[in-house]
């Protein structure tokens, strides 16, 4: 149960990031509510999973997840570059936490 709560927490870190990425471009309607509600329900089944978890793991996948998902949303919805670098080091984290997943 706990390494589901650490991945809802990392796809929530996402939405903490387009929260504030709307807080940049005054759309302080729908950013706020959602920065709240996001970061509050992130750090939260953050702390869950952190229960089972050990601390240093659980903090490189929530934060691996968000990076992954920020980038893929900055490349599918607000046309960011596309470049085969990027896509290397994605892979990277993503081999990163998945080893880490493997080890504990």
């Known amino acids: 149960m706990s390494w589901l709560f650490l991945i809802i927490s990392g796809i929530l870190e996402i939405f903490v990031v387009k929260s504030i990425r709307d807080l940049t471009h005054k759309k302080y309607g729908t950013a706020v509510p959602l920065y709240c509600i996001s970061l509050t329900s992130s750090l939260l089944l953050l702390h869950m999973?952190?229960?089972?978890?050990?601390?240093?793991?659980?903090?490189?996948?929530?934060?691996?997840?968000?990076?992954?998902g920020t980038i893929l949303m900055g490349i599918l919805f607000w046309h960011e570059r596309l470049s085969f670098e990027k896509f290397f080091y994605v892979g990277m984290i993503v081999s990163g936490v998945i080893i880490l997943k493997l080890s504990t």
């Open 49 to 68: 999973a952190m229960k089972d978890i050990d601390v240093s793991v659980a903090y490189a996948v929530y934060t691996g997840i968000g990076v992954v």
